[in-house]
Every structure is written in C-alpha cells, then in structure tokens.
C-alpha cells in the first residue's frame, strides 16, 4: 500500500458526490408538488384560473428541487403554496 504524504492523522474532507446529471429538464420545488389519491398533483396558474395537472416526476435533486419527468412544460407557473 502506497502513503499519500499529503494526508495526515486526524484529516477531514467535505466532498459532493454526483449520482445523476440530467440537462434540459424541468425542474420546481418539491413542496409543489401534492399527492392526491395515489397521484402526484402540481397546481397551474393561468390568467386567473388555477388548474390541478398531474405530473410524473424523476430524479430529486439539492435544495428540494424535483425534475417533472411529464405533466407540465417550461414556462408554466407552478405554484407552490395557497393559503387556505
């Protein structure tokens, strides 16, 4: 076994580890999306109108983000929360 010098007793590391790595998706905080019935929920915005679209969702990523996989296109605004 061969001993990196640089690497001493008592050493720590931060390190990122990357699973996956997708390009060109869509992706919006996970607390948008809800589930209803078995079924993953995202509620639109449009003009005035609010719509409940359901969506697929993939791989979840940092900060409670989440790739929609199917449901709703870029652009779309998802929201988030309703005060009730």
């Known amino acids: ?3 990196d010098d640089r690497i001493k007793s008592g050493m720590t590391a931060n390190i990122d580890i ?3 790595s997708r390009e060109n ?3 919006i905080p996970n607390r948008a999306v809800v589930s209803r019935d078995g ?3 995202v509620r ?3 003009g005035d109108t609010v719509s409940e679209v359901p969506v697929s969702i ?3 990523g940092v900060g409670g983000l989440v ?3 199917q449901g709703i ?3 779309e605004q998802v929201i988030v929360f309703i005060n009730e």
Request: proline letters at 0%; hydrophobic letters at 40%.
């Open 25 to 27: 998706i869509v992706i």
């Open 18 to 20: 990357e699973t996956d």
């Open 39 to 41: 079924e993953k929920i």
């Open 73 to 75: 296109s870029e652009g």
């Open 67 to 69: 790739e929609i996989v």
């Open 1 to 3: 076994v061969n001993q």
């Open 58 to 60: 993939g791989i979840k």
């Open 44 to 46: 639109v915005l449009s």
